[in-house]
């Protein structure tokens, strides 16, 4: 079992670098923020307006979707791996393959860089609304630039390290599990006044289920930074006294890893659904952040996926031969 999930896993990050998210509106991660909405409009309604009941309600946004999600993939995975072991690995390698989008971010990426180096405000906007819930209609050029840097270093562990670390621990069961976790909170689990109690379950469980992947992704973003010959150093500085800086508990780590590689500062005030949130600064104003600084957080981005599968990799096998081991002892 321990080598099925790490071939599974390797073939959903090659679907992933092949493919990418398809879209469309069966597409499973569509349909699951969907069903977020569906029982969010819901349960708001089943209970009453006070912190008490809608606190439950938000438990139950939880558990429902969890439920039904990781119903789904278990049968799937049990009558593939019932029929052929190639089927189920095929099967749990498509789930892996769904719960990560570093190809879909890259891409993203690139079309920004493209568009805030031509001075093309409205296609960066166009293209940052692909990765980012943010208002972002009033950006400017350097703010669309800072915005898909902020996006970027945050998504790395969302998008591409957290799915491959639950995938280690779990197969693709766990990758699905932490891709839901992460559409719930981005959908209810924001600290606006309509969510503050709904979305609060669905928001400390993502800080759980980020909190190891947030500082393995920093980790790897640092390593890169040395690789492509940035500023190792800042980023070493930067990461371990802004880490903290942010409200959340993980968000922190890579914006300060990216933040320190570029010489550049992030953070400070942003707009979600008309309503600011609060951020401290985080880095230091070396200079102004340009489309040079979006390119080259797509280079960390790309070192960062080839780094997560291969640790990924690394404890897979570690995993098997310890197993061996402890089956010859036994």
């Known amino acids: 079992m321990i080598m099925n999930s790490l071939c599974a896993l390797a073939l959903g990050f090659v679907l992933d670098m092949m493919l990418g998210d398809l879209g469309g509106k069966f597409y499973p991660i569509n349909a699951v923020k969907r069903l977020v909405k569906l029982l969010e409009n819901a349960l708001k309604k089943a209970y009453l307006d006070s912190p008490e009941a809608q606190n439950m309600a938000g438990i139950m946004l939880v558990v429902m979707t969890l439920l039904i999600c990781m119903g789904v993939s278990v049968a799937v995975l049990f009558l593939c791996y019932k029929i052929s072991v190639i089927l189920g690995i095929i099967a749990e390698g498509v789930l892996c393959w769904l719960s990560m989008s570093g190809r879909d971010l890259r891409r993203n990426l690139q079309s920004i860089f493209r568009s805030v180096r031509g001075n093309n405000v409205n296609s960066a906007r166009r293209y940052l609304k692909h990765i980012t819930d943010r208002d972002v209609d009033e950006l400017d050029n350097e703010g669309c630039a800072k915005c898909a840097v902020e996006t970027a270093a945050e998504n790395s562990a969302d998008w591409i390290i957290a799915p491959m670390f639950w995938a280690c621990l779990c197969g693709g069961l766990g990758a699905v599990f932490c891709r839901c976790v ?13 969510n503050i109690h709904f979305g609060k379950v669905a928001a400390k469980l993502d800080d759980v289920v980020m909190f190891i992947p947030a500082r393995l992704a920093a980790m790897l973003i640092r390593w890169d930074a040395a690789f492509l010959k940035l500023d190792k150093k800042g980023a070493d500085e930067v990461y371990t006294r802004d880490k903290r800086r942010s409200p959340s508990p993980n968000s922190g780590c890579t914006l300060s890893a ?19 949130v609060r951020r401290q600064r985080i880095g230091d104003d070396l200079h102004p952040v340009t489309a040079d600084d979006v390119f080259w957080v797509n280079q960390l981005i790309t070192g960062v996926s080839a780094g997560g599968i291969l640790l990924a990799a690394f404890m897979r096998v570690a995993a098997y031969l310890i197993s061996l081991q402890l089956i010859k002892f036994l």
Do not use: H, P, Q, Y
């Open 182 to 194: 992460n559409i719930m909170d981005n959908t209810v689990g924001f600290k606006d006044d309509s």
């Open 258 to 276: 990216c933040a320190g590689a570029l010489n550049i500062r992030l953070g400070g005030d942003e707009s979600r659904n008309g309503i600011i």
